[in-house]
């Protein structure tokens, strides 16, 4: 099973800040297939990326997502209220499908 | 507007089942792979099952192998999750999620429901 590990497990910004967040693999993920999902209280998780760089419908172009191998990155370029959220990754590369534990992006 | 809203979910005594509902619509449903994907209390993520859109192929979690069921009605355009003997652990919100498959790999999830709440508690 590929576990994905992220950090840190809490950001706290101020809007307008940028913030960077890992995502790292035990293993290669297969392809690249790496997702990003949004959780916001109460609320399902919103697709943000998949294979590591695809934006989903919708999705803001102040949020990137990057890497290769082990290692990936999603970028918020400048903070909006709306992106204070936990942040959670994925891979598919390999079964069973595993999620990261999130990283919560709080308003410092 | 894809719309996925799941129903079922309740208090259930260790040792007992529940079978949790998905409703779909907004999209051909029988076209779609289908997913449960579950959250503890305060937790991460975790995919639970996986179900091919024919229903010719399908997945479980080790977690959960023997012990829960995934089906779907095309024709009602639903999902559904049979659980038996229910543990604590099994305690989550249960989301029904849309799979997105690539070539050699597994799927993502594009669209998912608000989840319905399974609580295994004496």
């Known amino acids: 099973e590929t576990v994905l590990t992220q950090s840190p497990g809490t950001l706290s910004l101020s809007p307008g800040e940028r913030a960077t967040l890992s995502c790292r693999a035990s293993?290669?993920?297969?392809?690249?297939?790496l997702a990003w999902y949004q959780q916001k209280p109460g609320q399902a998780p919103r697709l943000l990326f998949y294979?590591?760089?695809s934006r989903a419908t919708g999705i803001p172009d102040r949020f990137s997502g990057s890497g290769s191998g082990t290692d990936f990155t999603l970028t918020i370029s400048g903070l909006e209220p709306e992106d204070f959220a936990v942040y959670f990754c994925?891979?598919?590369?390999?079964?069973?499908?595993?999620f990261g534990q999130g990283t919560k992006v709080e308003i410092k | 507007e894809v719309q996925l809203v799941e129903s079922g979910g309740g208090l259930v005594q260790p040792g007992g089942s529940l079978r949790l509902s998905c409703a779909a619509s907004?999209?051909?449903?029988?076209?779609?792979?289908m997913n449960w994907v579950r959250q503890a209390p305060g937790e991460g993520l975790e995919w639970v099952s996986y179900i091919t859109s024919s229903s010719g192929t399908i997945y479980y979690a080790d977690s959960v192998k023997g012990r829960f069921t995934i089906s779907r009605d095309n024709a009602k355009n639903s999902l559904f999750l049979q659980m038996n003997s229910l543990r604590d652990e099994d305690t989550a919100l249960y989301y029904c999620?849309?799979?997105?498959?690539?070539?050699?790999?597994?799927?993502?999830?594009?669209?998912w429901g608000q989840g319905a709440l399974v609580t295994v508690s004496s």
């Open positions: 999620a849309r799979g997105r498959g690539v070539a050699g790999g597994g799927f993502y999830f594009d669209y």
């Open positions: 994925q891979q598919y590369g390999s079964s069973p499908w595993t």
């Open positions: 907004g999209f051909t449903f029988s076209t779609y792979s």
């Open positions: 294979t590591t760089s």
């Open positions: 293993q290669s993920v297969a392809g690249g297939y």
